[in-house]
Every structure is written in C-alpha cells, then in structure tokens.
C-alpha cells in the first residue's frame, strides 16, 4: 500500500529492499568486528598480571609500562578514530573495514612474539592503528542499514556486543594462560580477524558520504601528540609517587598547552577533524561527557581489580576472568533493554541512575580487604554492569542522532575518541593514583633494601613480591605489608573513581533531556521525506 510520501520520493526507499532483509546478519558481522576491537582490551585485563612476571613467564614489565601497553592502544586508536571516520565517509566503509582489520590482525601477530616491554608495547601501537579504522565504520554501517526507528534498538544489541567481549575476553584469556604462554592472548585474535574480514566480503554492502570532508593531518598529529605528553606526565607523577616533580609538571603542562593549540586550530580550519561546534549543543556534550566519564572510571577500576584478585585473593587468570562475569552478564541483560526504562522514564532519569550506582558500586571497592566474602565482589561486578548499560546504550542513541545520517562516521568516531580517552586517562590518572598511594604505603618497610631496589620494589605489589620471592626468607616480612598497602591504595584510588562517577551524574542530570516528546503530525511527515530524499 503506498502513501503521498511514497509517491512524492523520486529515489523510493532510502535502503534497498536486499540490505534491508539481511541486516540482522549484517549486525551480526559489526558486532563480531566489534568483539575483536574490545575483546582485545579484556583479554589483556587478566594477562597484565602475568605480562609483569619476569621471564620466561612474563616480560617482566613494570607498573608503567603495563599502562603504556594498554595506553599505546587507546591513544593511537582515539587519535585516529575522526581520520579513520572521513576515510570511510569518503572512501566506503566496508574497505575501511577490511583494511583495519587486516591491520589489527598483523598487530596482534607481531604483539604475540614481543622478545620486550617496549615491542609489545610498539605491537600495541600498530593494533590500535588497526581498530581506529574499524570502530567508526561499524556503527557507521549500522546507521545506514537500519531505518531510523530501528535505531535505538540496534544500537543497544551492538552496545550489548561490549559486553559480550566483556564476558569472553577475561575467561578467553584465563583459558590461555592456563594452558599455553602469554602472547596466546593476542594471536587468538588472528583467526577471529580472518572469520570477520570472510564474512564481511560475503554479506556488508558499501556506503559512503556524498560529500565528505577533507582530512585535517595537523589536528590528528596536535591530538595524539597532546595526549601522549598528558597522558606520559600523569603515568610519570605515578611512577615517581611525586606530582610536583619538575619533569612530571613541564609534560602535563606541554600536552595541555598543545591540546588548546588543537581546539583553537580546529576552530579555525575549514575542513576540523572535530567540529567544535557540535558542543555548543549542551545535550551532545553531556553525553560525550558521559561516556568519557563511565569509561574513564571503568578502565581504572578492572586495572588495579585483577591485582586485587590474583595477587592478593590468590586467583588464578581464569578464576579471574570468571570473577568479571557478573560485570558482562548485566551488559548483556540490560544494555539491549535499557531503552525500555528511557521510553518510560526519559534520558535524563535513566541516565542520572545508572551513574549513581556505578559511584555507589566504585565507593564499594573501598570496603574489600584480603579476607572479604568473594560474593560482595560478584554484586559490585553485576551491579557496575547494570549502571553501565542504562549509560551507554541511551547517550549512544542520544549521540548517533544528534548527527546528520551523512555524518555517521563522524558521530561514532567522536563517541568513540572521547570513550577512548575517558579510558586513557582512566589508566593514567587512577593508575598513578594506585601507584602513588601504594609506594607511600610500603616506602618505610623498604628501608633494608638497596636504594635501586627499593625504588624498584615500590613502584607496585608485584614488584614487591618479586623482590621478596628472590630474598628468599628475610623477603617473607615484606608479604604482608605489601598487601596491606596495595589494600589502602586500592580504597583511595577506588574513591576517586567514584568521585569521577559522581560528576557524571550530576552532569546528565543537568543537561540531558527527559522524555522526548511524541512529534508531531507535520513533523513526521517531514522527517519521512527527509530521510527518503
């Protein structure tokens, strides 16, 4: 049955009727491309621990350097993301996608043989190169396969895909190094990139932007020099348990002066990797604001959380990766429903909750000890998991339509660049916080050491307990007190996470809107000829 606005479209509908029937598959192939991405990530989360364990076991890395393996991903993926964006806008997502993934796949390769610290983390450099290009074509795709009112409900299935790579990447990497050495972690992602890039030929049409912009090479170099300088300052003022530290200051100083170059640069270009203007609209900046605030606290607290459950509960990696389920089964539980709650209550109601239980459930952390029932661990895990998705599943929605449809690319990349960062800086700042607390609180137990070993015992538990696994019996006094400082750290650390939280509620309850209001008749109407012009 046809209507006036049917007739009234030259071009008929705007997605074929052959991208139209497939697009659960297609979603499917997204998601699995999706996994990979941050499947990485989770993977890592059990094996740093075993990454900082000297060889042959581990690479003996330390505190900082595990930050940076983790932060050499992030930065080079957000740095990139808004480039990776244009590219596909200008010359098709699906090749984007092939490429970045053939990229990531190589990456991984190479990380799984790393002989040092600083190959992997190089390696690690090279795979977030790789998934700078596939993130933002993912949901670009979605964007333009589903129509607008299956919108919300797609992305909330692909926000549910998160968890899922929540959930199998800590058990994935447990099984791994219960059984085989710690690269297994990253060449298990080889044969899952070559199932994604066979389905992706078979099944995901091509689209681009009719008229994409141009790309921005000073803003790219600005951002990601920037972040690196503030990001190295931030890890450097842990590492030295010291923030006033000339060095520490002059960095933190020189990346903040070079990422105002980047916004009064992208302010005055034509063609800006990031549109500053978009922020002038309080309800888009508020919820970029809460993603970078969710992630920032999350990324934090599953870094000094696995240091908590395998070196001073004892557990294994796959105990451990077990011991995060709770945390993915409530993504994947919610985040697809989370709609429901926004349909019923609005954006702002639902948005507000789900950032006061995830402060509330970081606060909790300040209460676990050594001898704390494992199941309070488990409800923290399960409830942080239902705040997260009643937070990320609405302000992506929020995000994704505040946007032309031309611009997907660009509203995914800018999600993702700020959910990057927010994680980033979540490991850096909450990172060198744990590190700070925790070398202040075993420093004066130290004090029989050498000066270089004690420096070195101190930057984190491991590094204390491995020094005290090679003084053989007199190394046994240092068990305990080690623990105990990792504990204290662990409560301070867990209390500015939750701080960090808390900002985030108060900013989506000032500027996130409530109930959209039911459009009306005109308006539908002129939205429906938008979409199909």
Same mark, same amino acid.
Request: glycine share 10%.
């Given at each position: 049955?046809?209507?006036?606005?049917?007739?009234?479209?030259?071009?008929?509908?705007?997605?074929?009727?052959?991208?139209?029937?497939?697009?659960?598959?297609?979603?499917?192939?997204?998601?699995?491309?999706?996994?990979?991405?941050?499947?990485?990530?989770?993977?890592?989360?059990?094996?740093?621990?075993?990454?900082?364990?000297?060889?042959?076991?581990?690479?003996?890395?330390?505190?900082?350097?595990?930050?940076?393996?983790?932060?050499?991903?992030?930065?080079?993926?957000?740095?990139?993301?808004?480039?990776?964006?244009?590219?596909?806008?200008?010359?098709?997502?699906?090749?984007?996608?092939?490429? @970045?993934?053939?990229?990531? %796949? !190589? &990456?991984? =390769?190479? *990380?799984?043989?790393?002989?040092?610290? +600083?190959? $992997?983390?190089?390696?690690?450099?090279?795979?977030?190169?790789?998934?700078?290009?596939?993130?933002?074509?993912?949901?670009?795709?979605?964007?333009?396969?589903?129509?607008?009112?299956?919108?919300?409900?797609?992305? @909330?299935?692909?926000?549910? %895909? !998160? &968890?899922? =790579?929540? *959930?199998?990447?800590?058990?994935?990497? +447990?099984? $791994?190094?219960?059984?085989?050495?710690?690269?297994?972690?990253?060449?298990?992602?080889?044969?899952?990139?070559?199932?994604?890039?066979?389905?992706?030929?078979?099944?995901?049409?091509?689209?681009?932007?009719?008229?994409?912009?141009?790309?921005?090479? !000073? &803003?790219?170099?600005?951002?990601?020099?920037?972040?690196?300088?503030?990001?190295?300052?931030?890890?450097?003022?842990?590492?030295?348990?010291?923030?006033?530290?000339?060095?520490?200051?002059?960095?933190?100083?020189?990346?903040?002066?070079?990422?105002?170059?980047?916004?009064?640069?992208?302010?005055?270009?034509?063609?800006?990797?990031?549109?500053?203007?978009?922020?002038?609209?309080?309800?888009?900046?508020?919820?970029?604001?809460?993603?970078?605030?969710?992630?920032?606290?999350?990324?934090?607290?599953?870094?000094?959380?696995?240091?908590?459950?395998?070196?001073?509960?004892?557990?294994?990696?796959?105990?451990?990766?077990?011991?995060?389920?709770?945390?993915?089964?409530?993504?994947?539980?919610?985040?697809?429903?989370?709609?429901?709650?926004?349909?019923?209550?609005?954006?702002?109601?639902?948005?507000?909750?789900?950032?006061?239980?995830?402060?509330?459930?970081?606060?909790?952390?300040?209460?676990?000890?050594?001898?704390?029932?494992?199941?309070?661990?488990?409800?923290?895990?399960?409830?942080?998991?239902?705040?997260?998705?009643?937070?990320?599943?609405?302000?992506?929605?929020?995000?994704?339509?505040?946007?032309?449809?031309?611009?997907?690319?660009?509203?995914?990349?800018?999600?993702?660049?700020?959910?990057?960062?927010?994680?980033?800086?979540?490991?850096?700042?909450?990172?060198?916080?744990?590190?700070?607390?925790?070398?202040?609180?075993?420093?004066?137990?130290?004090?029989?050491?050498?000066?270089?070993?004690?420096?070195?015992?101190?930057?984190?538990?491991?590094?204390?307990?491995?020094?005290?696994?090679?003084?053989?019996?007199?190394?046994?006094?240092?068990?305990?007190?080690?623990?105990?400082?990792?504990?204290?750290?662990?409560?301070?650390?867990?209390?500015?996470?939750?701080?960090?939280?808390?900002?985030?509620?108060?900013?989506?309850?000032?500027?996130?809107?409530?109930?959209?209001?039911?459009?009306?008749?005109?308006?539908?109407?002129?939205?429906?000829?938008?979409?199909?012009?």
């Amino acid at each position: 049955m046809t209507t006036p606005a049917d007739r009234a479209a030259p071009t008929g509908p705007r997605i074929p009727e052959a991208v139209h029937r497939r697009r659960w598959a297609i979603l499917g192939v997204l998601m699995l491309s999706l996994l990979i991405v941050v499947l990485d990530n989770s993977i890592l989360n059990v094996a740093i621990k075993t990454i900082s364990t000297p060889a042959p076991t581990g690479l003996g890395a330390t505190q900082s350097e595990l930050e940076w393996a983790i932060n050499a991903y992030t930065l080079v993926f957000a740095g990139l993301l808004f480039s990776a964006g244009l590219l596909g806008d200008r010359l098709g997502r699906k090749k984007v996608l092939l490429g @970045g993934l053939a990229v990531f %796949g !190589v &990456g991984s =390769a190479l *990380a799984a043989f790393s002989g040092s610290p +600083g190959e $992997l983390i190089a390696f690690r450099a090279v795979m977030g190169l790789g998934a700078a290009f596939v993130m933002p074509a993912t949901l670009a795709v979605l964007m333009n396969v589903f129509e607008r009112e299956e919108q919300p409900k797609a992305i @909330g299935i692909w926000a549910g %895909g !998160v &968890g899922l =790579a929540i *959930a199998i990447g800590p058990i994935t990497g +447990g099984v $791994l190094l219960d059984h085989f050495w710690w690269g297994s972690v990253f060449l298990v992602n080889v044969p899952i990139v070559l199932l994604a890039l066979a389905l992706m030929l078979w099944l995901v049409p091509d689209s681009r932007d009719p008229s994409p912009g141009r790309l921005d090479p !000073v &803003g790219v170099v600005l951002s990601v020099v920037g972040l690196v300088l503030l990001v190295y300052g931030i890890i450097k003022g842990g590492q030295l348990a010291d923030f006033t530290d000339a060095t520490v200051l002059a960095t933190i100083g020189a990346g903040l002066a070079v990422l105002v170059a980047f916004v009064v640069f992208e302010k005055r270009t034509d063609h800006p990797s990031i549109d500053v203007t978009y922020f002038k609209n309080k309800v888009f900046s508020a919820a970029i604001a809460a993603i970078a605030l969710v992630f920032f606290a999350l990324m934090g607290v599953t870094f000094f959380s696995v240091f908590y459950t395998q070196s001073v509960r004892g557990y294994s990696p796959l105990q451990t990766g077990l011991l995060m389920l709770p945390l993915a089964a409530a993504q994947l539980i919610f985040a697809p429903r989370a709609r429901l709650l926004v349909d019923r209550f609005g954006n702002k109601a639902t948005t507000t909750a789900g950032m006061l239980v995830l402060a509330a459930m970081l606060a909790a952390f300040a209460t676990l000890d050594a001898d704390t029932p494992i199941w309070i661990l488990e409800v923290i895990f399960f409830l942080m998991g239902t705040g997260m998705a009643h937070v990320m599943t609405p302000v992506s929605v929020v995000i994704m339509q505040a946007l032309p449809r031309e611009k997907a690319g660009s509203a995914s990349a800018l999600s993702n660049t700020f959910r990057q960062v927010g994680g980033a800086l979540g490991i850096a700042v909450l990172g060198s916080v744990l590190s700070a607390a925790y070398r202040t609180g075993i420093e004066d137990k130290l004090g029989q050491l050498p000066p270089a070993l004690r420096h070195t015992a101190g930057e984190s538990i491991e590094a204390t307990l491995g020094v005290a696994a090679k003084l053989g019996p007199q190394g046994k006094a240092l068990v305990t007190p080690a623990y105990d400082a990792f504990l204290h750290a662990m409560h301070v650390t867990a209390l500015w996470g939750a701080g960090v939280a808390l900002i985030g509620a108060v900013v989506v309850a000032l500027f996130l809107p409530g109930r959209q209001p039911e459009p009306q008749q005109g308006e539908e109407e002129r939205e429906l000829s938008d979409a199909r012009s």
